[in-house]
């Protein structure tokens, strides 16, 4: 299997469920990060892992936990949502950190309901 | 202010025709560069072009081409003979190698009908 895979591909959740979202790349990338698409807006860069470590947050709510046990896989732990986190939560990887310069691979997305 | 702004929302075409995809960008960085994204219904991004500031040769592949112009900072991006397949909605980027930033334009999505 190659290219960034994401799971689930579609999750609903209430507002006090705890759930995970997992994504994988076999890409050989050091830099993993995670996006969120909402309607009619931009990509909106949450989180930025660079070998493991954590290099950006973009001042995302707490509710949003991000896990990076090694460069291959990245977990996007959710707790508490709220409607408006509703959105495709979006992976992506690069080969390094050097300023954003390197291309960056996506995964398909996972399709995020809060109710 | 946006750094990336793609102004049409939503181009609607017939198939074979060509279309011409819109990207204005901003930035203080001498050293930059921009990027185009096709995300088709299914949800991924595809990567299409990398570019730098300091290439300024315009790209053609395939049916795709791209035109680079520092004097107006504008990245377009040309499909010739649109196909239905080419339905999508494109992002165009841009990252800044001193500022460390990266950013998303609000995409275009293109319709092709047969």
């Known amino acids: 299997e190659t290219g960034v895979t994401q799971t689930p591909r579609h999750l609903v959740m209430g507002m006090t469920n705890k759930k995970s979202l997992k994504c994988e790349q076999h890409?050989?990338?050091?830099?993993m990060y995670w996006y969120k698409q909402s309607a009619k807006k931009p990509l909106e860069l949450m989180f930025v892992?660079?070998?493991?470590?954590?290099?950006e947050n973009n001042s995302v709510p707490s509710r949003f936990s991000p896990e990076c046990p090694n460069s291959s896989h990245l977990f996007l732990h959710l707790h508490t949502l709220q409607p408006e986190d509703s959105a495709l939560y979006l992976c992506?990887?690069?080969?390094?950190?050097?300023?954003?310069?390197?291309?960056?691979?996506f995964g398909p997305g996972t399709r995020l309901t809060v109710l | 202010a946006q750094k990336v702004t793609q102004a049409q929302t939503e181009i609607s075409v017939v198939e074979k025709e060509d279309v011409t995809l819109d990207c204005v960008y901003e930035?203080?960085?001498?050293?930059?560069?921009l990027f185009w994204y096709k995300q088709p219904p299914s949800g991924e991004l595809v990567f299409l072009i990398r570019?730098?500031?300091?290439?300024?040769q315009n790209e053609i592949s395939g049916r795709y081409s791209w035109n680079f112009q520092k004097s107006t900072s504008s990245f377009n991006f040309t499909i010739t003979a649109s196909q239905v397949v080419d339905s999508a909605v494109y992002f165009c980027?841009?990252?800044?190698?001193?500022?460390?930033?990266?950013?998303f334009g609000s995409g275009t999505k293109l319709n092709v009908k047969p």
């Open positions: 992506a990887s690069s080969p390094r950190l050097a300023g954003y310069t390197d291309t960056q691979y």
């Open positions: 890409l050989g990338h050091n830099a």
């Open positions: 892992y660079n070998f493991k470590e954590q290099t």
């Open positions: 930035t203080r960085d001498t050293t930059y560069y």
């Open positions: 570019r730098n500031s300091f290439d300024e």
């Open positions: 980027a841009l990252s800044e190698n001193n500022f460390n930033k990266f950013y």
